[in-house]
């Protein structure tokens, strides 16, 4: 069973539309992540939730809206796509009170606008 | 801004041989972990190392943390073929709920 599974895999779009990643996880972890990696590799957070209630948000624009549901979904809507969202989206997870474990990642959703 | 530098950049050994990747952060931490990267895939957890710690062992792997340099590197021994990916150190800031990764090395290893 995938512990972090993410849905599309694979997403190429054109600008100015609007598309959604999804995100579950079945580790029964509290907090759920989305980091963007960029072409040079450079991860980046961009949302944290914790148990539902959004933690972190960092700098992103307001294009990008994450939805929790519940403690085992994490999904991100981004609204009028621009070529610099082009980008692989890492869903990630962890426990608060387990940290010695770390995160536990998906395989990522490769996004390209064209 | 990026918390994590890490060097070398890219690495390129011989299957057999020790890699050593090490990782600089500007801010005081509760934990630096490293993770492993294949390419195209997502991130996987190797070891977390405490801010009171100062060398980890986890099979092949050896890390170790200096607070007062702010660093820590990451030994590979014995490295084979399957270890070739990126490796991220990662700092665990405050108890903040996020990770904030260096930029990364990438390790090849030549058969």
């Known amino acids: 069973d995938t512990a972090v599974s993410q849905t599309p895999k694979y997403l190429v779009t054109q600008m100015g539309n609007d598309k959604s990643i999804k995100c579950e996880q079945n580790?029964?972890?509290?907090?759920m992540y989305w980091y963007k990696q960029d072409s040079k590799k450079f991860l980046k957070i961009m949302f944290s939730?914790?148990?539902?209630?959004?933690?972190i948000n960092e700098t992103v624009p307001n294009r990008f809206s994450p939805k929790s549901p519940d403690k085992a979904h994490l999904n991100l809507h981004i609204n009028s796509l621009e070529l610099g969202d082009s980008a692989v989206y890492f869903c990630?997870?962890?426990?608060?009170?387990?940290?010695?474990?770390?995160?536990?990642f998906g395989s990522g959703t490769r996004l390209t606008v064209v | 801004s990026q918390q994590g530098e890490e060097d070398p950049q890219a690495l390129s050994i011989q299957e057999g041989e020790n890699a050593t990747m090490n990782c600089s952060y500007k801010t005081s931490i509760n934990n630096l972990q490293w993770y492993r990267q294949n390419s195209g895939r997502g991130l996987v957890h190797l070891i977390l190392?405490?801010?009171?710690?100062r060398e980890k062992h986890s099979g092949r792997l050896r890390v170790t943390l200096d607070t007062s340099k702010k660093s820590s590197s990451l030994l590979i021994t014995a490295s084979r073929a399957a270890d070739t990916a990126s490796y991220f150190c990662a700092t665990d800031v405050d108890s903040s709920y996020k990770l904030i990764f260096g930029s990364g090395t990438r390790l090849l290893v030549r058969p």
């Open positions: 190392i405490r801010s009171n710690e």
């Open positions: 990630a997870s962890s426990q608060q009170w387990d940290r010695v474990r770390g995160y536990t």
């Open positions: 580790l029964g972890h509290d907090t």
């Open positions: 939730y914790n148990n539902k209630e959004l933690i």
